[in-house]
């Protein structure tokens, strides 16, 4: 059996460890906080820095917050939003319902990348949260579609 040289072993045990690096982020146990949002159409420029600047900011001034990612989303999601009587049924278990429906765009998202569910428990209550929602808030029509995603 031939040996070897260093230099191939080393780029070897490199590359062997780049793809089990890779394999293991993956099925790591975070959380992630994601949530498609409408833009306010006459949201200034001067608005849309400060989102991104605050955003920027939220891994350094929430625990356990490490990572968020954002921008607009590559085909926008319909929400379809029904009346309140509506609603109402459907919540109640009911299978259809009839009623006025509402449709909006997303155009935008964020994902923020949180060690586990206690994060995002305290998340919400963290001041830099508040500081954060006043930035966001003057980018997007209230209402958002939420989801959480959780690592296995």
């Known amino acids: ?3 070897l040289c260093p230099v191939i072993r080393l780029a070897s045990c490199l590359a ?3 793809l089990l690096a890779g394999g293991l982020s993956a099925g790591e146990k975070k959380l992630m906080h994601c949530f498609a949002f409408t833009a306010i159409e006459n949201a200034s420029d001067a608005d849309w820095q400060a989102f991104f600047r605050a955003t920027d900011a939220l891994p350094g001034k929430i625990p356990g917050l490490t990572k968020v990612w954002y921008g607009k989303l590559r085909s926008p999601l319909p929400q379809f939003m029904p009346d309140a009587k509506a609603r109402k049924e459907l919540a109640g278990g009911a299978k259809s319902a009839t009623g006025e429906v509402t449709r909006v765009q997303r155009q935008w998202g964020v994902c ?3 060690n586990d569910e206690a994060t995002l428990k305290a998340y919400a209550a963290d ?3 508040k500081e954060w929602m ?3 808030s003057k ?3 209230p ?3 939420t989801f959480d995603i959780l690592g296995r």
């Open 112 to 114: 923020m990348e949180m």
């Open 139 to 141: 980018v997007r029509v």
């Open 143 to 145: 209402g958002t579609t």
């Open 1 to 3: 059996m031939r040996k």
């Open 16 to 18: 062997g460890l780049l």
């Open 127 to 129: 001041p830099a949260h």
């Open 134 to 136: 006043d930035a966001y």
